[in-house]
């Protein structure tokens, strides 16, 4: 138990997938999982843990922006032993190459700043995934049918963003899509020595002003979420 976590020792799996939502981290554990119990409600962060073809999997929100998934991910690896983590949610479309429900696997996360960015002083560290989820979770894309696209990925510091130059520059440098919370997750992988992967489904766009219906989300993030179970595991 920590001051974020309620859960007990061995409530955690060492396979953590993490939606930003704590909602949809239980709508994941319901629907994908086997026999999910609620293993953290503190601060209404849920989390969930169970087996997914056998093996254990917890599904655990990690709320929105890098600060609040610090501070999961930072507990999660070094008091409960976790060892691969995959956020799981959504991003906004920043190439037009990219659609709407289109399926992102991050290899890098770029960023103005992140929680860690004291650490590095003048280094400008670059976040990346772990290649071996990268290429699992493509494969596992491709099985799927989900149109998927593999490349970098920004993760901003704001939502309501009042910067269209640096966003026109993103876009040039071919960043797929933005979203607030991976630079900081592959950053605390790499610190850790664990592995790490940021799949996103393309819920708006920034380009086409495009968004996805409430109703066809389910649908859409479900692809998502079975990419990186499948992606865990192989």
Not at 34 to 45: I, K, Y
Not at 175 to 189: D, P, S
Request: net charge negative; hydrophobic share 40%.
């Amino acid at each position: 138990m920590t001051i974020h976590i309620g859960a007990e020792p061995g409530d955690i799996a060492e396979t953590v997938l993490m939606p930003g939502d704590p909602l949809r981290a239980k709508w994941a554990a319901e629907t994908f999982l086997d026999n999910p119990r609620l293993v953290n409600e503190t601060r209404g962060m849920l989390g969930y843990t169970g087996t997914w073809k056998g093996n254990p999997v917890t599904i655990h929100g990690s709320g929105m922006g890098m600060p609040s998934l610090s501070i999961y991910v930072n507990e999660l690896i070094k008091d409960f032993g976790a060892k691969t983590l995959i956020r799981i949610g959504s991003a906004g479309g920043m190439s037009q190459d990219v659609g709407i429900r289109d399926v992102i696997i991050a290899m890098t996360a770029s960023s103005v700043s992140t929680p860690s960015i004291g650490m590095f002083k003048e280094l400008n560290f670059a976040p990346c995934a772990d290649y071996g989820l990268v290429r699992a979770a493509a494969d596992a894309a491709e099985a799927n049918g989900a149109k998927t696209h593999v490349g970098g990925i920004y993760s901003a510091d704001v939502f309501y963003d009042e910067r269209p130059d640096l966003n026109e520059q993103m876009t040039r440098h071919g960043i797929l899509a933005v979203e607030m919370e991976t630079a900081e997750l592959y950053i605390l992988a790499a610190r850790y020595g664990c592995r790490a992967l940021s799949v996103v489904t393309v819920s708006d766009h920034l380009l086409t002003h495009e968004a996805l219906p409430s109703e066809d989300r389910e649908r859409s993030f479900g692809d998502m979420v079975e990419i990186a179970l499948e992606a865990a595991f192989k």
